[in-house]
């Protein structure tokens, strides 16, 4: 059986996206705490009463651990996760919603430059910085965009390599 099938056999209700699955029981002994934390995500005039669309599973898991009755369960699905910010001009990581790394990007006439990539320290040697860099060419594979490495760390990644010759300015 699994946490999940064996949690609602104990009468847990089941919150989930793809990053966090989270339970409640029928009772919660300090209704509201939840609701100060994030009234987007918890919010009991609604139903159902939770969103987990609202907020990033770092900021859910945080509320939640906050929460003095402990009436709340959750599992992260995904604590690191690795998305594409183009309105930030940037690839960035997350563990459990805080970002731990990030690689930018200048746009330059028909050429997005790469400037920088860095992983905070507790992160560094996992292979943080390569998802971020291969991140951001996903991204301009699919716009039909070159990319200039001036980083360091993507020039080392990028120059040279077959795989990569496709999308080098």
């Not at 056999?9 to 989930?16: F, I, P, R, S």
């Not at 987990?52 to 509320?63: C, L, N, T, Y």
Request: aromatic fraction near 8%.
């Amino acid at each position: 059986m699994t946490k999940k099938e064996e949690l609602e056999a104990q009468g847990y209700k089941t919150y989930e996206n793809e990053d966090i699955q989270f339970w409640k029981p029928r009772l919660c002994e300090h209704v509201g705490e939840c609701a100060r934390g994030n009234y987007n995500v918890f919010n009991p005039q609604r139903r159902p009463w939770v969103d987990v669309s609202q907020a990033p599973a770092g900021e859910i898991a945080d509320i939640i651990d906050r929460c003095p009755s402990k009436a709340l369960l959750y599992e992260l699905l995904n604590p690191l996760s690795i998305v594409f910010e183009e309105e930030l001009d940037r690839s960035a990581a997350y563990d459990r919603g805080k970002l731990i790394g990030e690689c930018e990007f200048d746009i330059s006439g028909d050429k997005w430059v790469i400037t920088h990539t860095g992983v905070r320290e507790a992160y560094e040697g996992k292979g943080i910085a390569r998802k971020l860099v291969l991140k951001v060419i996903e991204a301009a594979r699919t716009k039909g965009v070159k990319i200039l490495p001036v980083c360091s760390y993507a020039k080392r990644l990028m120059i040279g390599k077959e795989e990569f010759q496709d999308v080098l300015k």
